[in-house]
């Protein structure tokens, strides 16, 4: 690898991707120069510039031959180098090339008519507050007038800027039921229809979107009123409650004065007093930048969610659907059919599920294919060979394929031409939710009297059906969504209509949508969620190394928005710094190999500034646990890792245990581990947006020094929109326009706060007038008493406006939270004691990399047990009752004098040599996964074992010696040991033991002795003694772990423990 590549390797994610625009451009540039050289030399223009002409057959050249804008670019710029280059060797004046590129950029905000347009609304604005003024009393107004005003008064100052968006507002009015606060903001949960796109489904022609609307403050007026007048006869559209107020200012309303409304407001509320909408938000609102709100159930759990008590039961709710796919009754001429469809599933998967294989996956299948042909009916044969097509196989495979399955191999080639290669990792999901679904389901068809067109319809429906039903049953990183469904089963059907003459129709019926999972975990939920984590572990059901990677882990997925599978895939040398500690995603590994780890996307290679965006306290626990990690492991361990093994964690072990917490907290709820990373991106986003007196009750749990200091370590640029290019990179997206789209929630909500911020120069006349006031309305008296000419003080009624429009439903946000945190409360009084504990077992939360390196720095230090204990940050206590256990089994002699434990030429050591094998170290796994607990339901079973160990243990042999004599001591220490280890693994070898051992004296070494004796492979031997080992029939020895396993223990026992030694 060449210098520059490893430096790079240490370059931020930025950094990287510049690199590889750089590197990337130089290919292109490349191309470029090779592909002129080779036309000029071809034209001989070297020798005959003349033959150049007016530069029209280059041009055409260029771009006949151009693959993008950046080619044409860098063939223009050697062009004209060429050109000079002509000039100076033949002393020409040739003119210098020139060309026109086609830029297109996105429409600018403020345009050519930005002025004229916006001087237009300025007009409608004013003429909009002399209706208001000049009207005579509250009274003036019709019920079509109030709902006019309430609907232009969104569109001006509220930012309602769709057609949808205000039909749904209509809709609202018709029961306006769906009115919550927070603070004194109200909120209106709008839910507008769409084609396409939505968090809400409806059927596969309809999704709605959540329109989160947070009235500005002269709209609330207006809505006040039509609440105060209760009116619920809304009949008119639109257009129909707009031309009412139109007729009264005296402005003409036309077909396409709506939509001319619609597109200019924004040129009002943009420039509005104390309100700040920054570009991108204004394209939210607008409707370029997609974006959706949080339904109210969604809020209400976001804000202030309500949980389970503690004595409430907890019911298993079982999922049915009326939907589901009916069971297919075969005939018996269909039984064939099945089992050979069955086998061909059975045997793609398993090949699928290759992970380490010499041959690529597509070798495979075409071999399977070729070896099978006779198994496969027309309907497996096209889906196996569309996956097969995925992978770009080479043509020689193409013509074999082509002969067997009687297809045109030409037609083959031509379609994976135009498709970019398919990623090894992603054909499980392509096979999973596509392939075996088809096999599935055509066989209901294979002997249907439909016509084709019929069939692959039938088979699509389902097949999209099944899809939405498990999306909506099963964690969103396992299913892909209903949109990325439909678009590969069209893919799938071109495949059809090209290579078998399929017929071609359009998927009607699996309208493509875009539907974001609209779920927030609040800070109060991931306080209860760390809290019954810790409940847990206190009562023993977690264990300690659990307990630790599950709230380390957690807390990174709800702070920084990581993918799980990119948390899993740490490794110690991504963590960057010391005190300020980022993590570097990116990828690594071999496929060969099978350790082969990929990112989503090129983008997700990053560095997330862990040190600002965790809390004081949750900074200091993961500073503390990377610092330690650095200590025992080494630089190519995983950060996560599983119990006393460098093995990766899987995503089942973090999902599991939150589902199981969530639905302990919850009655019911749609959260999944997902949920983190769309939260991590709505709380910068409130945290970026928002002032946080506004955030402070229940929106975020960070101080407000921790507030400001993550504001000015990420904001350093003032800009409002490099504040969403921050969010979009930290979640590992390109640019923020997918982030919008699929997990900022709170947009309109912030859009709606800043809206609230305005402050209309009324007088209190006019409000009085607006809010509908008359002697007989109690709810207004406050109003009463005020001076009509004085102006209306918006801050100082903003609590009463607030409660006039929740039409009673103010107790909606009330959370029981205060109530769970004391449920949750458990007694902690009780110290954790390692003196208490086997080392290196769950229970002593040391794990075994620890208490092997410490052991290791007492013979690099000789035995310095203060310096030991100030490097590791453990108690010199703790370290000097370790050493003194070693040294004294260190000076076992046995009774010709010879050490115990250790050769003649080890003597300097303390501690039993590492072992590395796989099977040695699953034993030490399992070994130290059991001691604790086989030690605390029998003690005195674990002592014997010890003292057993320590006084017949030799340094020459790996297992215990015995003589027949003393048998019966090697029967009560193998009853005793034998649940330690594996089962499979103890090997007992002696001459004929199954006929000297004892049914009565020895059942269960005389158990072992009969197991043994049934399995080829174990060794014999000519020594009369009985020796009792572990063996592994795969290497043909015995094992180290043995000897290992028990001699840490003696180190590392409980205080209470005394052996003794003879």
């Given amino acids: 690898m060449s210098s520059s590549l490893k430096k790079a390797d240490q370059l931020f994610a930025e950094k990287k991707r510049e690199l590889t625009r750089q590197l990337n451009e130089q290919k292109i540039q490349n191309e470029v120069h090779a592909s002129l050289r080779k036309y000029f030399s071809e034209q001989q223009f070297d020798q005959n510039p003349h033959l150049l002409g007016d530069y029209g057959e280059v041009y055409s050249h260029i771009k006949k031959n151009s693959t993008s804008k950046k080619w044409i670019k860098f063939a223009y710029d050697f062009f004209e180098d060429y050109i000079k280059e002509l000039n100076a060797q033949h002393r020409l004046d040739l003119e210098l090339p020139h060309a026109v590129l086609d830029i297109k950029r996105d429409k600018p905000i403020v345009t050519m008519s930005w002025n004229a347009d916006g001087h237009e609304i300025n007009d409608l604005v004013q003429q909009l507050y002399n209706y208001w003024e000049l009207a005579e009393s509250c009274d003036s107004f019709s019920n079509e007038e109030i709902v006019g005003n309430i609907i232009l008064s969104a569109i001006l100052f509220g930012g309602l800027n769709e057609k949808a968006e205000l039909n749904a507002l209509l809709e609202h009015l018709r029961n306006p039921v769906k009115v919550r606060h927070y603070k004194d903001l109200n909120i209106l949960f709008l839910e507008s229809h769409s084609n396409h796109y939505g968090d809400i489904f409806i059927d596969e022609y309809t999704v709605r979107k959540s329109r989160n609307f947070i009235p500005d403050p002269v709209t609330r007026l207006w809505l006040i009123h039509?609440?105060?007048?209760?009116?619920?006869?809304?009949?008119?559209?639109?257009?129909?409650?707009?031309?009412?107020?139109?007729?009264?200012?005296?402005?003409?309303?036309?077909?396409?004065?709506?939509?001319?409304?619609?597109?200019?407001?924004?040129?009002?509320?943009?420039?509005?007093?104390?309100?700040?909408?920054?570009?991108?938000?204004?394209?939210?609102?607008?409707?370029?930048?997609?974006?959706?709100?949080?339904?109210?159930?969604?809020?209400?759990?976001?804000?202030?969610?309500?949980?389970?008590?503690?004595?409430?039961?907890?019911?298993?709710?079982?999922?049915?659907?009326?939907?589901?796919?009916?069971?297919?009754?075969?005939?018996?001429?269909?039984?064939?059919?099945l089992k050979d469809v069955l086998k061909i599933h059975k045997d793609l998967l398993k090949i699928i599920r290759l992970r380490q294989t010499d041959a690529p996956i597509y070798q495979l299948m075409i071999d399977y294919c070729m070896e099978n042909a006779k198994l496969f009916n027309e309907y497996s044969k096209r889906i196996t060979l569309w996956l097969i097509s995925l992978f770009k196989p080479p043509q020689e495979d193409i013509d074999l394929l082509a002969q067997r399955f009687d297809f045109c191999a030409t037609i083959f080639a031509k379609i994976i031409s135009n498709n970019s290669q398919l990623a090894k990792s992603s054909i499980y999901t392509y096979y999973t939710r596509i392939g075996e679904p088809w096999l599935i389901y055509s066989l209901q068809y294979q002997f249907s009297e439909d016509d084709e067109e019929t069939r692959l319809q039938k088979i699509y429906a389902q097949i999209y059906q099944n899809n939405c039903i498990a999306e909506s049953l099963l964690e969103d990183t396992v299913k892909k969504s209903a949109a990325q469904i439909v678009k590969t089963l069209k893919r799938f059907h071109q495949f059809q209509e090209q290579l078998f003459d399929a017929p071609a129709f359009t998927l009607e019926t699996l309208d493509q949508q875009t539907r974001p999972r609209t779920r927030i975990i609040s800070p109060v939920t991931f306080q209860l969620l760390i809290k019954k984590l810790q409940q847990a572990h206190l009562q023993n059901i977690i264990s300690q190394h659990d307990y630790e990677n599950l709230s380390l882990i957690y807390t990174l997925a709800y702070r920084t928005g990581m993918r799980i599978n990119e948390m899993i895939g740490l490794r110690i040398k991504d963590t960057e710094g010391l005190n300020r500690i980022s993590l570097l995603v990116k990828p690594y590994g071999s496929e060969k190999i099978g350790n082969e780890h990929r990112l989503k996307t090129d983008s997700a290679q990053r560095s997330v500034p862990v040190y600002c965006l965790l809390k004081a306290s949750e900074y200091q626990q993961f500073h503390q646990y990377v610092v330690k990690q650095r200590l025992t492991k080494k630089p190519n361990d995983y950060l996560f890792s599983q119990f006393n093994e460098n093995k990766k964690l899987s995503q089942h072990m973090l999902t599991a245990p939150f589902k199981n917490f969530m639905d302990q907290l919850f009655k019911q709820h749609h959260y999944t581990f997902h949920s983190f990373r769309h939260s991590a991106a709505n709380h910068l986003a409130l945290i970026f947006k928002c002032d946080y007196h506004f955030l402070s009750d229940s929106l975020t749990d960070y101080t407000e020094v921790e507030y400001n200091q993550l504001r000015a370590e990420l904001l350093r640029n003032s800009i409002d929109q490099n504040h969403w290019i921050i969010i979009a990179h930290l979640l590992g997206h390109l640019e923020p326009i997918e982030t919008f789209k699929s997990y900022i929630h709170v947009a309109y909500f912030i859009a709606g706060y800043q809206f609230s911020k305005y402050r209309p120069l009324l007088s209190n006349g006019l409000v009085k007038k607006m809010l509908g006031i008359s002697n007989s309305t109690q709810e207004l008296h406050f109003l009463k008493s005020l001076n009509d000419q004085s102006e209306f003080n918006f801050e100082m009624h903003a609590t009463t406006l607030c409660k006039l429009l929740l039409n009673n439903q103010e107790k909606w946000i009330a959370s029981n939270a205060h109530t769970l945190h004391a449920e949750l409360e458990v007694n902690q009084t009780q110290e954790h004691c390692i003196f208490d504990y086997f080392v290196a077992t769950p229970e002593s939360k040391i794990d075994l990399d620890l208490f092997y390196k410490a052991l290791c720095l007492l013979e690099l230090y000789k035995y310095d047990t203060e310096r030991v204990a100030q490097e590791l940050c453990l108690s010199h206590e703790l370290i000097k009752y370790w050493y003194d256990n070693a040294i004294q089994l260190k000076q076992l002699k046995s009774r010709k004098n010879?050490?115990?434990?250790?050769?003649?030429?080890?003597?300097?050591?303390?501690?039993?040599?590492?072992?590395?094998?796989?099977?040695?170290?699953?034993?030490?796994?399992?070994?130290?996964?059991?001691?604790?607990?086989?030690?605390?339901?029998?003690?005195?079973?674990?002592?014997?074992?010890?003292?057993?160990?320590i006084n017949h243990v030799t340094a020459s042999h790996t297992g215990l010696h015995s003589t027949r004599k003393n048998i019966q001591n090697l029967e009560k220490f193998y009853y005793a040991a034998k649940d330690l280890f594996p089962a499979n693994m103890w090997h007992l070898l002696g001459i004929d033991m199954v006929n000297f051992l004892n049914k009565e004296i020895t059942p269960n070494l005389l158990k072992l002795a009969k197991a043994n004796q049934k399995l080829e492979g174990y060794p014999t031997t000519k020594e009369n003694n009985a020796r009792l080992q572990l063996y592994s029939l795969k290497q043909g020895k015995a094992l180290p772990a043995f000897k290992f396993c028990l001699h840490l223990a003696c180190i590392g026992r409980p205080a209470q423990l005394q052996l003794e030694i003879k």
């Fill in 226 to 337: 039509f609440n105060l007048r209760d009116i619920r006869h809304v009949h008119l559209p639109v257009e129909g409650y707009l031309e009412y107020i139109f007729r009264k200012i005296k402005k003409k309303f036309k077909k396409n004065s709506l939509s001319h409304l619609l597109q200019h407001a924004r040129y009002n509320w943009l420039q509005l007093p104390n309100v700040d909408i920054d570009p991108a938000l204004s394209e939210c609102l607008i409707g370029n930048l997609l974006s959706c709100g949080l339904p109210e159930q969604e809020f209400e759990r976001f804000v202030q969610p309500k949980f389970k008590y503690k004595h409430e039961l907890t019911t298993e709710v079982i999922h049915q659907s009326k939907n589901l796919p009916p069971q297919t009754v075969y005939l018996h001429h269909e039984q064939d059919a």
């Fill in 898 to 949: 010879n050490p115990r434990l250790f050769h003649i030429t080890e003597l300097q050591y303390i501690k039993p040599s590492m072992i590395d094998t796989n099977e040695d170290l699953l034993l030490v796994t399992h070994f130290f996964n059991y001691l604790q607990a086989c030690y605390q339901k029998s003690p005195e079973n674990i002592r014997y074992v010890l003292e057993f160990f």
